[in-house]
RNA sequence: GGCCCCGUCGUCUAGCCUGGUCUAGGACAUUGGCUUUUCAAGCCAAGUACACGGGUUCAAAUCCCGUCGGGGCUACCA
């Protein structure tokens, strides 16, 4: 058995996430890891819903993955897919080992497992929930491991045919040899033993007839071929059950890679409460794919060198088991800012825009700016324009997306007047005033071609220097006037992007906010 | 409680396997400086870490043992 594994099969992996109603940053990196590693070995990697808990079906919670994978980057090759453009979405799927859902694979948990009862590997259990509970509680008051005490494995064939004739509902429970112990080497703890002893005899099929994860996994992961199970570290206590599953069944097991924790700031597992933790949350902020993918993907990996950038055809180039970390990885927001503000940095002014501008369209303000400019002729273009030069000039401040609105509000509005923030250190009011006035004059004597940053600079500052004026005496008070803000880009650019006849009312306007406050 | 995993700056990490080049490197954050009309960006600089104890060794962040600490699991959830 174990030499046939030298032939090396082609390379499946799988992520199999349950449809909780949203992709968690979590599942997003383990996904991520999956991803890569396919990618890197020329492999396949499938999407696989794990549905069969009917308690905490989300609807919707299954497209909602897929669009996450999918505004990830992530692509499958195998899974269920969404088709449809506009409103109305279609779920397909694509693959030779499916259905892909765990829900419409019913039939097959359940011929598996009538194949472990009649080995005996498996076998029914009649205990109540309440017998159960008691059970417990009794173990916990003793100090004991906490686990089934195989009353139903000691039934007789009659005993057992009985309560079958009464209805008696039942699981279906693994058989759990006494002896021995379980042990494997995972890709990136090394080896790992537990007892048979201290292991339960799980429940593999409920009384509602749907298996748990337990099986489910095991049967679709051999079904599917898959021959790596990248997942998180929780489940690496309950790899021993799969084993002995695929012991039962005469299978040969994957091999496992048991991916550490992110964590919550207090070291605790990643969890809402503290924070953010749906993927679609960081993307409603905009947080950019790539960003997000970059920086999770650094989360627990390193390609072992101190560069920090890399996109995902480069990540999947780089990736491997080896460099996993084993210990958990706080998720840390601010370095995904930084990490956003780069990437944001480096975006081309065109690209720029077509990211910014779903998170813009949303922005009461800019709506209505927009249907001013559609009232022109060619008013779309216009728009992008002013857009683009609006976003440039904010380019190196922005750190998310969702943040641009409020940052970009004052190239649109006339900002509320700001006479307290206007004069430069301890320069009077007067001056002040006179100073605005002067810039005034000049700025109204320059052609509108003239508007644009660079030239601005150099004709003010060519001018203030024949006029002795300090910069700070008139640039401080020009800015402000033209966002009435404390914090902004520079006078010049701010300028070019409003325009000349925009700066001249802002400054007059400006100025005699100072006459009436003063 | 039991089982399992983990333990290098505040955080993400390099180094650990194959002891010396580690007076422990990088990044984010912080602080200071430069630039300067504010903010941002950029550049420069600073502080901060091998959990503890015991071995092994000429030499240990690196190997061994123990302690402590943190986390995960312990469901007819995944």
Redesign the pocket.
């Known amino acids: 058995m174990r030499g046939e594994r030298a032939q090396k099969k082609p390379v499946r992996v799988r992520f199999?996430?349950?449809p909780t109603g949203f992709l968690h940053i979590g599942g997003l990196r383990t996904a991520l890891y999956n991803f890569l590693f396919a990618r890197k070995h020329g492999g396949t990697f499938i999407l696989r819903i794990?549905d069969?808990?009917r308690t905490?079906a989300v609807p919707g919670g299954v497209e909602n993955i897929i669009q996450t994978l999918t505004w990830a980057g992530l692509q499958y090759d195998e899974g269920p897919f969404l088709d449809g453009e506009n409103g109305k979405q279609t779920l397909y799927e694509k693959g030779n080992c499916g259905p892909y859902i765990q829900s419409m694979r019913l039939p097959t948990y359940k011929t598996h497992v009538e194949e472990l009862l009649r080995k005996g590997s498996a076998y029914r259990c009649f205990?109540?929930?309440e017998r159960?509970e008691e059970m417990?509680q009794a173990q916990?008051a003793r100090?004991?491991?906490?686990?089934?005490d195989g009353r139903c494995k000691k039934l007789s064939g009659e005993e057992c045919k009985a309560a079958l004739q009464q209805g008696t509902?039942f699981?279906i429970r693994l058989n759990v040899p006494e002896e021995g112990s379980t042990e494997f080497v995972d890709r990136i703890?090394?080896e790992?033993?537990?007892?048979n002893r201290?292991i339960?005899d799980q429940?593999l099929l409920?009384?509602?007839g749907?298996p748990?994860?337990h099986l489910a996994n095991v049967v679709d992961d051999h079904l599917m071929r898959i021959t790596h199970v990248i997942r998180g570290?929780?489940?690496?206590?309950?790899t021993p059950k799969h084993l002995l599953l695929y012991r039962a069944f005469g299978w040969e097991p994957p091999e496992f890679a048991h991916l550490?924790?992110l964590?919550n700031a207090?070291?605790?597992?990643l969890s809402k409460r503290q924070g953010d933790v749906a993927v679609e949350d960081y993307a409603k902020k905009g947080y950019l794919p790539d960003a997000l993918v970059n920086f999770v993907a650094?989360?627990?990996?390193?390609p072992?060198s101190?560069r920090?950038v890399y996109s995902l055809k480069e990540l999947a180039a780089a990736f491997s088991l080896p460099?996993v970390?084993?210990?958990?990885?706080?998720f840390?927001v601010?370095?995904l800012?930084?990490m956003n503000?780069?990437y944001i940095?480096q975006l081309k002014p065109g690209d720029l825009v077509r990211q910014a501008l779903p998170y813009l369209l949303h922005a009461e303000l800019i709506r209505k700016e927009g249907k001013r400019y559609m009232a022109h002729e060619n008013g779309e273009e216009l728009l992008m324009k002013k857009l683009e030069t609006v976003l440039v000039v904010e380019q190196?401040?922005i750190v998310r997306l969702g943040d641009i609105p409020h940052m970009t509000e004052f190239f649109f509005r006339l900002p509320p007047p700001t006479p307290d923030l206007i004069p430069?250190k301890d320069t009077p009011l007067s001056v002040t005033k006179e100073r605005l006035e002067r810039l005034s004059e000049l700025l109204s004597s320059l052609p509108t071609k003239a508007f644009t940053e660079k030239e601005l600079?150099k004709r003010i500052k060519a001018w203030l220097e024949e006029r002795k004026f300090g910069?700070?005496e008139v640039?401080?008070p020009m800015?402000v006037a033209l966002t009435g803000r404390?914090?902004?880009?520079?006078?010049?650019a701010v300028a070019a992007a409003l325009g000349k006849e925009e700066v001249l009312r802002r400054i007059a306007r400006a100025a005699k906010s100072i006459a009436s406050h003063g």
Request: hydrophobic share 30%; proline share 9%; charged share 30%.
């Open positions: 199999a996430p349950s794990e069969t808990d905490r205990c109540t929930p159960l417990r916990m100090k004991e491991p906490t686990m089934y509902p699981v703890h090394g790992v033993r537990f007892k201290l339960d429940v409920k009384s509602d749907f748990t994860y570290e929780e489940w690496l206590p309950s550490p924790l964590l207090d070291r605790s597992k650094l989360l627990g990996w390193n072992g101190d920090e460099r970390n084993k210990s958990g990885a706080v840390n601010e370095k800012d930084w503000g780069y940095r190196e401040r430069w600079e910069t700070g640039l401080w800015r404390a914090a902004s880009p520079g006078p010049f």
